[in-house]
């Protein structure tokens, strides 16, 4: 779950504005984004609920966060708050809130004071219910413990209702983690070989999925291969009419520029195929719905990018070929939510194990974040200029003399550069939702799945600029924050 929003920076929010203080700028941005048409759904989404929430599991908030509360705690699973306590000043602000800011929960209120029963009777016709005294029924939750709220969910007569201190150190998913834990799927088998026989069309979709992640870590591993051995395949070299020597005779470093450009390329795609892998065999295999989610948007983006040709005009036949290919079977392995759940929630670790981990997630997020910027950047530049000043400088040339003495090297080049900065938006986008969807103890495979994502792509693309002497600092930072964050994060989550 993303508790990332409070955790650890909820530390620093303390520090800088005092507890109080920072859970209610949290709570505003919550109640502000819910506010919005979408921004339930973007709530929900970004925090990885998923389905309706538990009946009997809720949060308690004080009157001056009441209307936040409502309008963005509901997307994350709470279906009953509790406004408490209320004072005879503070019944104007309480009405307001729950007409101003409710979603589908149930709203309660707990009148204090010695007018409370004046109180009670102010707010009867506008909440659920109101309460003057305790109510055996109603656990208020003080600590961030999954597990003790499941046991008291266990009794069906009983509500929990988290205090803002939850909210505060457990984060937004402790809703979503509260349900998992509740409610666990039944555990069974995914269908195999024999259950399923080698007919395509009883395949599971995840079978599919799988293809289309090994499928492209195929596709990129070929990519190097090329790279490494002819640079150019028959088709470039039809559209250039020139074959390596040629544009070494033209330029020395231009050889090596396009194989940095194509062994990163390489390298993306294989990233983005071990990423595809993994939320194929680790998650939609599980019945996770928030992996075919990741799936597709990712995918989505991934084979939309193809078509970035238009802007520079050259189709790669391998490249469509590839992408014709893997389209259908994309497809097939998401066109139907998971239906055989196969997970069930572990026991909780030790706090200080969880905080750690949750840094290590942030700093995944953050390299997630960084891919999906660095993939828009790329992509604007191959589909303009093509060349950044670093790339000139080690080429020792300007685009004007290369378009001089081959008219369309420039497209080339640029077909390579945009494919480039679409592949890493499609990686930068599944990185980002498996950091952020994924991360569960116990769930090893996402760990591996980054690991062996992040290996893939930021290796290659750091040795290959060494390989050929192109080592302008400035162009290499990315590369390098890229690989100390994801260095880091899976360190500390391990």
């Known amino acids: 779950m993303p508790d990332w929003t409070y955790q650890p920076l909820r530390g620093i929010a303390a520090a800088l504005l005092g507890a109080r203080r920072s859970q209610r700028v949290a709570l505003r941005i919550l109640g502000t984004v819910g506010a919005l048409p979408a921004g339930a759904d973007l709530i929900a989404s970004a925090f990885g609920h998923r389905g309706p929430g538990h009946g009997r599991l809720?949060?308690?908030?004080?009157?001056?966060?009441?209307?936040?509360a409502l309008r963005g705690l509901p997307p994350l699973g709470a279906t009953t708050i509790e406004i408490s306590p209320v004072y005879?000043?503070?019944?104007?602000?309480?009405?307001?809130?729950?007409?101003?800011g409710r979603q589908r929960v149930r709203v309660w209120a707990r009148a204090a004071g010695p007018d409370a029963a004046a109180v009670a009777r102010a707010l009867a016709?506008?909440?659920?219910?109101?309460?003057?005294?305790?109510d055996p029924a109603v656990v208020y939750q003080d600590g961030p413990s999954v597990a003790a709220a499941a046991r008291a969910l266990a009794d069906p007569a009983r509500t929990v209702l988290a205090t803002p201190a939850v909210l505060i150190a457990a984060g937004p998913g402790w809703f979503a983690r509260v349900r998992e834990a509740t409610a666990p799927p039944p555990v069974t088998a995914p269908p195999g070989l024999r259950e399923v026989g080698l007919d395509p069309r009883r395949w599971p979709g995840w079978w599919w999925a799988l293809l289309v992640g090994l499928g492209m870590v195929a596709a990129g591993l070929g990519a190097a291969a090329i790279t490494l051995g002819p640079v150019l395949l028959w088709y470039d070299r039809d559209l250039l009419g020139m074959d390596a020597g040629h544009l070494h005779a033209l330029n020395p470093r231009l050889v090596p520029f396009l194989r940095h450009d194509r062994i990163s390329l390489a390298g993306a795609i294989v990233t983005t195929g071990v990423l595809y892998t993994g939320l194929a065999a680790g998650g939609l295999r599980r019945g996770w719905p928030w992996a075919r989610e990741a799936l597709l948007a990712a995918g989505w983006i991934g084979f939309a990018t193809v078509l970035y040709f238009v802007g520079f005009g050259y189709v790669e036949p391998l490249h469509a070929a590839v992408a014709v290919v893997l389209l259908p079977m994309f497809l097939l392995g998401t066109a139907r939510r998971p239906d055989r759940p196969s997970w069930s929630p572990p026991p909780e670790g030790p706090e200080r194990e969880r905080r750690r981990a949750l840094t290590g997630q942030l700093l995944l997020i953050f390299t997630g974040a960084g891919v999906l910027a660095g993939g828009a950047a790329i992509s604007v530049i191959g589909l303009t200029g093509v060349f950044v000043a670093s790339d000139l400088v080690f080429l020792r040339t300007g685009p004007a003399e290369l378009a001089a003495a081959n008219p369309r090297l420039p497209a080339f080049i640029a077909h390579d550069r945009a494919g480039f900065g679409g592949t890493l938006l499609a990686a930068g986008t599944a990185i980002t939702l498996l950091s952020a969807w994924g991360w569960r103890r116990g769930?090893?495979?996402?760990?591996?799945?980054?690991a062996l994502g992040g290996l893939a792509g930021f290796v290659p693309a750091v040795a290959v600029h060494l390989a050929v002497g192109y080592v302008d600092?400035?162009?290499?930072?990315?590369?390098?924050?890229?690989?100390?964050?994801?260095?880091?994060?899976?360190?500390l989550a391990r």
């Open 443 to 450: 769930e090893a495979w996402v760990w591996w799945t980054l």
């Open 125 to 134: 016709p506008h909440v659920d219910a109101v309460r003057t005294g305790a």
């Open 88 to 100: 005879p000043a503070d019944v104007g602000a309480v009405v307001a809130a729950v007409h101003g």
């Open 58 to 68: 809720g949060a308690v908030v004080p009157p001056s966060v009441a209307r936040d």
């Open 473 to 491: 600092a400035w162009h290499l930072a990315p590369a390098a924050a890229g690989t100390g964050l994801t260095a880091a994060g899976l360190a």
